[in-house]
């Protein structure tokens, strides 16, 4: 590949064959008018398989299982400039004037979207601080940063939207998270993007262009520009049951059509600013639901809206937070833990509320992201004081049941007038009774049959107790529990709610059966009752969260029940001593030996360890489906002890080339992987159902010294809420972080008690993977990656490939503290 260090002198664009669409030719003709000497090239959608096919063959599987075309548009840019350099541009570029000069000395050249882009819902979503977009770029041929985008490119490939898959926000995390000495240089909007994408003009005003100032224009006006633009996606068409009252006396009844008001407003009617409303008392645990409860605020397709925050916790976890997202419409009141009523807290917010109308905003529930615009239209439309929903989605996921509300006027779920509300009485629970009561006497209100918008959770620490939850189960006029359509309405709530991984249930093998009547199916029912298909105005379901990043869904309680292949993965050195316990284990384990395949890596052993594994092959062999045994030397050779500071890059590295050598060998078409160290020397005999019943596609066992004594294997650990603002530096050493024991980490043995756990990193005693992982690129790295090596490399890596790592601290195998010899 040519070493050029200047962005060659060519133009790529692509498009699905050679008849580019009228609308855009003039655009296309204004590259070429402005760079008359420059080379253009036009790429089709054959030519661009047959280059890849040509030049990097290995990406094919993953561009062909791209399901939408823009995915593989987007894709190829990435690797035309890789191999050719020059300047990409989109079909609705228009030149304005020639780049040389914008070129001169660089040799990558990217540009930002329009700040305004970051606070389109589905950005915010992301958590775009920036957006880095791909639809001008220009390189020299074989940039350093194209190999980093490639990685990326298999690590993100099954990401659910072209965005985050391929697109922009793709783009934007590949440029923050690129190697040192690679990086672009990232021009301003205004050079490149000084026009406002549909949807950021349509929620927040067109703005001038500057043309004189600009070196190009992107008019957005691509086919799929509603979605790579950044738009909100907000329903269409949509009419929500009503009814009305007027001083407690029915009014009226109907639908509200949600669009016609969204009209209203384009044509310059008033839109008022709504003030939502929380109070809060964000400690340590309740800090989570906090958070959760601004995400959805964030989400919120009316954006003339602020969010007042209230919270009288004792620490400034909130504020920290608060401070980190940067957004205006987001302001905080904080106040001394002195005792005060949810009452009196909630008429401070009131009195904070900069908004024409103020809505409660709890800090434990979920909201949709039409929450607010449903609520406000039915008010502006129906000339009301007040809106409230009729019915509410109820959630206990400890309990795995879901169900939707008896009727009634639900006090949380008010929007109100700012001048029609009352005081709260100074009341520590149920405060917000009385208030929605006298609103309702007291002017004309509407009640929405809407229960999607509101989701009620019972976590266990609420304001009212699990009696009181569950009479609302009793009374509910629709439910969904375990085994009954539970996980499928879940993960229909995942599409547009910000819910937490582990309570993603996987999917369930109950066929539903929609024959009952609703008004049968209460709290009474069991675990085995038979659900019923949502009502037309509930969440759909048809919009699925995606439960794996695979394209097929992994369930693994079926895995489990059907015991799928499994491949046992152990590099070993100087291990003879250690072998004998090592095979027992494995015949121990009470899963098939028909689905448990072996593999085993011998280097740069001193003691023998190569020929005992030789003289064991032939029972091995009989006991196991397959066995796959290597032999390959690193010249690893440690003088001191392994844990020595000083020697951790050199060993971690020789570690990581073993265990990537291994699978690359052994892996056939195991469905799982287990690494298991062989000095491990006690684990308990269903050791793979337990990592199986995990329900998560990476989950490390508890290493300990004894049977319920501390963590040996401290590459396990959860980094602590405060970890970012550490000084990190005085711990890295060659590249990687050494930091003394407990330094912003806790770990499993501190976290008994807990079934299962998040964790930021992973270590290698006791560890379960899907193969498929492995297959699309998950590997251990053999140089520090994010300042982290091997086992903790991976699960930095997985993590950026949109993978979750876990750990079971109540699932040990023990590994002796003392007499252990060097890896």
Known sequence: MSENHGITPLIHQTWKNKDVPHKWRDWSKSWRRHHPDWEYRLWTDADNRAFLEEHYAW???????????????????????????????????????????????????????????????????????????????????????????????????????????????????????????????????????????????????????????????????????????????????RKVGFWTSQDLQPCAHGTVDLDAQRRRWAAGSPAPTVSCLMVTKATKDRLPLARRAIRCFLAQTYTRAELVVVDDGADGALKDHVRALADERIRLHRLPPEGRTLGELRNIAVDLAGGSYVCQWDDDDLYDPERIEVQLAAVLALGATACFLARERLWWPARRSLAISGVRVWEGSMLCAKDALPRYPEQRRGEDSPVAEAVVRGGRTVSLDAPELYTYVFHGANTFDEPHFTSLFDAATRLWPAGGGYADQVHAMAARLPLDPADLPEAEDTPQDTSQDTADNTA????????????????????????????????????????????????????????????????????????????????????????????????????????????????????????????????????????????????????????????????????????????????????????????????????????????????????????????????????????????????????????????????????????????????????????????????????????????
Not at 173 to 201: F, Q
Request: proline residues 8%.
């Open 524 to 823: 009474d029912n069991t675990a085995e009752a038979t659900a019923q298909e949502p009502a037309d105005n509930t969440a759909d379901t048809s919009a699925r969260v995606p439960q794996a990043r695979r394209p097929a869904p992994v369930d693994v309680r079926a895995d489990a029940a059907a015991h799928p292949p499994l491949l046992v993965l152990t590099p070993v050195k100087d291990a003879v001593a250690f072998l004998p316990r090592y095979l027992d284990n494995l015949r121990a384990l009470d899963y098939p030996r028909e689905a448990l395949s072996l593999g085993l890596l011998e280097g740069d052993s001193r003691d023998g360890t190569w020929q005992a594994l030789q003289d064991a092959l032939p029972a091995l062999e009989a006991d196991f489906r397959r066995v796959t045994l290597v032999r390959r030397h690193f010249g690893l050779r440690l003088t001191g002890p392994r844990w020595a500071p000083d020697v951790q890059r050199q060993r971690r590295s020789a570690l990581a080339m073993a265990r990537n050598h291994l699978l690359s060998c052994a892996l056939a078409d195991e469905r799982w992987v287990l690494w298991l160290d062989v000095d491990v020397t006690d684990c308990p005999a269903d050791l793979v159902q337990r990592l199986l019943g995990a329900r998560q596609e990476i989950v490390a066992a508890h290493c300990v010294t004894e049977p319920g004594g501390p963590s040996f294997d401290l590459n396990t650990f959860v980094l602590h809420p405060d970890a970012d603002t550490l000084d990190w530096d005085p711990w890295l050493r060659d590249g990687i972080l050494q930091p003394p024991t407990g330094f912003g980490r806790s770990y499993l043995d501190e976290l008994r008690g807990q079934e299962r756990v998040r964790v930021d990193g992973v270590g290698g005693t006791a560890l379960l993977i899907h193969a498929d992982l492995h297959r699309d690129g998950l590997v251990f790295p053999t140089v520090p990656y994010r300042r982290l090596i091997e086992t903790e490399g991976l699960a930095l890596l997985a993590q950026d490939m949109g993978v979750e790592c876990w750990a079971l601290p109540g699932v040990e195998v023990v590994h002796p503290a003392i007499g252990v010899v060097a890896r």
């Open 59 to 237: 990406f094919l599987p993953v561009y062909d299982g791209y399901l939408e075309p823009i995915k593989r548009a987007d894709a190829i840019r990435y690797f035309l400039l890789d191999h050719f350099g020059g300047l990409y541009v989109d079909m609705d570029f228009e030149c304005l004037r020639p780049m040389t000069e914008l070129f001169a000395g660089k040799e990558l050249v990217l540009g930002l979207e329009p700040e305004t882009h970051t606070k389109l819902p589905v950005s915010r979503r992301s958590g775009m601080r920036r957006i880095v977009c791909n639809a001008f770029m220009a390189s020299r041929p074989g940039h350093p940063f194209w190999s980093h985008v490639h990685r990326q490119l298999v690590g993100a490939h099954t990401r659910p939207g072209p965005l985050d898959a391929t697109g922009p926000f793709f783009l934007t995390r590949a440029v923050d998270s690129a190697p040192e000495g690679c990086s672009p240089a990232v021009l301003a909007a205004d050079t490149l993007y000084p026009k406002l994408s549909p949807a950021a003009a349509e929620l927040f005003g067109p703005r001038e262009v500057d043309r004189d100032r600009a070196h190009a224009v992107h008019h957005w006006s691509g086919s799929w520009n509603r979605e790579g633009s950044g738009a909100t996606g907000t329903s269409t068409g």
